[in-house]
Each structure stands twice: as C-alpha cells, then as structure tokens.
C-alpha cells in the first residue's frame, strides 16, 4: 500500500510538474514560433488544395488531407520533442536531481507527457480551427470531438514514453535531428499523404508498424464520412484494431522508459555533468 501511495504521489508531483513546464514552455518565444510555424504551413497547404477533389470523387482533397495532417502532428509532437529534452536534462543535471527522488522517474516521466500533450494540443488547435474554414464536408458531430479526443489522449502516451527511450540513446541534443529525419520517412508509408492502399504491401505492412499510420487512421475515422472508409485497408476503420496497436506501444512505452532512465541517469554524475556543461558553453550553445 505505501509502494502503491508513493507513485501515486510521484504521478501527482509529475502532473504538477509538467503543468509548470508547459507554462515555461508556452512562454518562451522560439518555442511559440516553433507551435505556430508547422500549422501555419499546412493551412496555407490546404488553401492551395482548395477546388482539388480526391480522383473518382467529388470529395475535397484539403478535406481528405486535414485529418492526416492532425493525426500526424500529434505523433509528432509525441516523438520528435521528448527525446530533445532528454538529451538536455541529461546534460543540465535534470535527471540526476530525479534520480535522488523516490519514484522520481515515475514522476518525470508523467511531467514529460503532460507537457508534450498540452504543446502538442496547441499545435492540433491552431491548425484545425483555421483549416476548417478551407476543408468542408467533415463530420464535426460530438462523435467526432470524442473520439479525436480519445485518439490524442492515447496518441500521446504511445508516443512520449517511446520518445524518451529514443532520447536515451542520443548522446547530445544536437543529435536529435537524426530522429527528426526518420521521423520525416516514416510519413512515406503511413498513409498521412497518399493512401496507404495505393502502395506495395511491404509498404503498408511497414506503415502499420508504427504510430504515424495509426493516429492518421484514428482522426480520418473520426472526421470522414464513413464512406471514405473504403479507400483504407480492409475498407473499414479499424478502430479496435487503432487502439490495440497504440495500447502496445503506450505499454512497451511505459515499462522502458522508466527503467532506461534510470540506467541512464546510474552513468551520470556530478563531474560528467559539469563537463557537458563546459563543452556545450565552450562551443558557444
């Protein structure tokens, strides 16, 4: 019971924090031009695709595109930004000061997912009020805001946990434009701007593996007609099976990521600290 009372306190203390690092976040203005620019740049995609109908449809293209573009900027939102800061945290001290509190991975982890879902909110926000203005003949119905919700929610903790672990693994924050940059081909096979149909198998096979196909899935089910349901594999939605896969990854996620953690943070110390200090303030950083 007291194990069970402590990480309870070590998610409470994560949620604190990641509320805190948000507001640092959502006040600094590189960061805020960052959430502003990608939104900006697909609506003006949008408005390009406006008249464009999907071939042997009458349904318009910007329409079909829009709820890709969602399900793609949470995945990215999930993926690309954690593994940054771990990188950083590892190098400033962050996770050696975790590591000396009780369950304070646990804790660590939860503030990572709160603050990435509320960034990466802002990002789906900006992009879906303006868009809708040049991509009709959506379902907009209280369906649609459920399940687009239940897809973010579970969006983010399939995504940020495997983030951090991918954050581990990179020796500097410089380094994490390689993840930016697979992140970048994994859209090839995902179905996010082409159908997933209209590739070789092997393609849609490797696009299933991931969540990039699966969070498009999510948001193109909860805002197309169900008739556009039949240019998706099997013709359907899928929604159970969308769940299913994010569920294992949310899992595997979850159990990795606190313990990679901790292994990394066993490797560091006051003096490797203070070194990465110094080399990043001797290149001018």
Not at 88 to 114: C, F, Q, S
Request: charged share 10%; no cysteine.
């Amino acid at each position: 019971m007291k194990a069970f009372d402590a990480r309870m306190a070590a998610v409470l203390a994560g949620l604190f924090r990641g509320w805190i690092e948000t507001r640092h976040t959502l006040t600094d203005t590189v960061s805020v031009i960052g959430y502003f620019a990608s939104p900006v740049i697909f609506v003006i995609v949008l408005l390009f695709m406006r008249g464009m109908t999907v071939p042997g449809t009458e349904f318009a293209l910007g329409a079909m595109v829009l709820p890709s573009l969602v399900g793609m900027s949470i995945a990215f939102g999930g993926l690309t930004g954690a593994a940054g800061t771990i990188a950083a945290d590892r190098e400033d001290g962050t996770l050696l000061r975790a590591k000396a509190t009780p369950n304070g991975m646990v804790g660590y982890l939860v503030g990572k997912i709160v603050m990435f879902a509320a960034t990466a909110l802002v990002s789906v926000v900006l992009l879906v009020i303006p868009a809708l203005t040049v991509a009709g003949e959506l379902q907009l119905g209280p369906r649609t805001w459920l399940l687009l919700a239940l897809v973010f929610i579970v969006g983010m903790v399939s995504t940020v946990p495997i983030s951090v672990v991918l954050g581990s693994l990179i020796k500097s924050a410089a380094q994490t434009a390689l993840l930016f940059l697979a992140s970048i081909l994994l859209i090839v096979p995902s179905g996010i701007f082409y159908p997933i149909t209209a590739m070789p198998v092997w393609l849609q096979y490797l696009g299933q593996a991931f969540p990039f196909y699966w969070l498009g899935l999510g948001a193109r089910s909860a805002m197309l007609p169900e008739a556009m349901a039949a240019i998706e594999i099997g013709g359907s939605w899928r929604t159970f099976e969308m769940f299913l896969v994010l569920g294992v990854w949310a899992v595997i996620g979850m159990a990795l990521a606190p313990r990679v953690l901790r292994r990394m943070a066993r490797r560091q110390s006051g003096a490797t600290v203070a070194a990465a200090r110094e080399r990043i303030m001797s290149k001018g950083y």
